[in-house]
């Protein structure tokens, strides 16, 4: 089993930055994709960003250029700084990890960006 605990979220203005942190514990193989997804209200639940571990990144094309994310000195650890955030930003941010177990979910980090 895996739990994914995340923070970072919060309320900024447009043009502003966030980092959001994601630590992974329990069993973790040593292949996975971690990453993060998010769900805008009334909407799909969509990938924003994800690592691999081997360090290969992909991004959705809506924040190519202003996100970035990153894996921690510990491997169970993924970052995603976010900056010239924009309102269509705003959304429930949720970790993800793919493992040789599954398919785990964090519990959701909400992101506000006013304009």
């Known amino acids: 089993q895996v739990q994914l605990v995340e923070s970072g979220g919060g309320l900024v203005p447009a043009g502003g930055s966030l980092r959001l942190s994601c630590v992974a514990s329990g069993s973790i193989s040593s292949m996975w994709r971690m990453g993060w997804y998010r769900q805008a209200p009334g909407k799909q639940r969509d990938l924003v960003a994800t690592i691999t571990s081997r360090g290969s990144t992909n991004y959705a094309d809506s924040v190519k250029g202003r996100f970035i994310i990153s894996r921690g000195n510990a491997k169970n650890t993924v970052y995603l700084q976010m900056n010239s955030l924009k309102p269509e930003d705003t959304a429930d941010y949720y970790c993800?990890?793919?493992?040789?177990?599954?398919?785990?979910w964090g519990q959701g980090s909400q992101v506000t960006v006013s304009s």
């Open positions: 993800n990890l793919l493992g040789a177990t599954g398919t785990y």
